[in-house]
């Protein structure tokens, strides 16, 4: 099983917008975001279409192709409304609208829909935004010079944990210092979810946190919603406020309190990272996974098939996926590719 996420929100717009970020003082490169800030953008019909031409081209035992589940957000800022409102107000579109705003994306919605259809790409819920609102906003109205370049850019993508008076990163959505903030993400919830809805024409089932802080009381929240399975880490850090956090162990199967099933991951798969092969170390996390009688689910970010930034990125990305599922393939004639959903309902089966 193929997770895979990030996919619908912006990263980084253009090479363009790299390089006017850098001339401007932003640092992108020293932090463990350089790789999404380098590669990673929105998927163009030339990226989509490389991914499901790989995909189809491997069967499994039930001669099913191989399927991804990318994990998506549904909305980006809108900039222009926000940036009338002198910053004192947030408006968000939904990311189909991102996509008609930037070149090579214009038509790519109708291959979501195709890989829908097809069965090689079937989304499941990242949050609204990859952008953690409250905090965000408090930092563009207090002017902040990093947040406000950023904005100019349409990127919020830079590392600003350790950044005077912001203290938690833009891209973790649900994280927070004061617990008040839970109100607004649960109302975040409410919208995203609505939005999936509305686009895909499917509720979402299965919902993976943007970096992974969430609150446990917000897991009632998504069970109102129609969200049966959670992504967490096996050792979770709950927010709790002012920097506090819960230690919390999970693992596959796991039921909490609001009734919602725990997805672990087992296997990693990120050839944009140099000097590991990739495709080795995946078929090992593979093979440990069925040696103890368990599903391989496989993380692997959208970056590593982007290649609006970078041509190269791309195909490196799915030279590397081919080689490994045609291994998988030849490791374990018996094995099936599944989605995140239909993993779901088989542990609710069993």
């Known amino acids: 099983m193929f997770e895979s996420d990030d ?8 090479v ?37 031409e790989v995909l189809a081209s491997v069967k499994d035992s039930m001669n099913r192709p191989a399927v991804f589940t990318p994990v998506a957000v549904v909305a980006n800022p809108d900039f ?16 189909t609208d991102t996509l008609l705003k930037n070149s090579g994306c214009e038509g790519s919605f ?16 990242h949050g609204r935004e990859h952008l953690n609102v409250k905090v965000w906003m408090k930092a563009l109205n207090n002017g902040n010079r990093m947040s406000r370049i950023g904005f100019d850019h349409c990127f919020w993508g830079m590392s600003t944990a350790h950044e005077p008076n912001i203290g938690l990163e833009f891209q973790a959505a ?6 008040a903030d839970i109100v607004y993400q ?19 089932s299965y919902f993976a946190p943007p970096n992974g802080p969430l609150s446990s009381r917000l897991e009632s929240k998504l069970a109102d919603n129609g969200i ?50 990739w495709v080795d170390k995946c078929l090992s996390d593979i093979s440990i996974a069925f040696r103890w009688h368990k599903p391989a689910i496989i993380s692997t970010h959208r970056v590593n098939y982007i290649g609006a930034l970078d041509p190269d990125n ?37």
């Open 174 to 179: 649900f994280d927070f210092s004061d617990p």
């Open 110 to 125: 109708d291959l979501w829909q195709e890989g829908i259809r097809r069965r090689l790409f079937v989304p499941q819920f």
């Open 228 to 277: 049966k399975y959670l992504f967490m880490p096996r050792i979770q850090l709950e927010p709790l406020g002012q920097g506090k956090v819960k230690k919390r162990l999970h693992w596959l199967g796991k039921r909490n309190l609001s009734g919602l099933r725990i997805i672990t991951r087992n296997c990693f798969f990120e050839p944009v990272i140099q000097g590991t092969d």
């Open 16 to 52: 363009e917008t790299y390089k006017s970020l850098q001339a401007a003082g932003i640092d992108l490169t020293s932090d463990e975001g350089v790789l999404f800030n380098r590669y990673d953008s929105l998927a163009t019909t030339a990226d989509l279409s490389g991914l499901f």
């Open 314 to 350: 791309r195909e490196n990305g799915l030279s590397k996926l081919y080689e490994l599922l045609r291994r998988i393939m030849k490791n374990w004639p018996d094995a099936e590719f599944i989605t995140t959903d239909e993993l779901g309902r088989i542990i609710d089966e069993d």
């Open 80 to 95: 222009r409304k926000i940036k009338e409102s002198a910053y004192t107000a947030y408006y968000f579109e939904p990311f």
């Open 186 to 204: 649960a109302e975040i919830l409410d919208t995203g979810l609505l939005l999936f809805k509305n686009i895909f024409g499917y509720k979402a």
């Open 7 to 14: 996919w619908g929100s912006i990263r980084m717009p253009s």
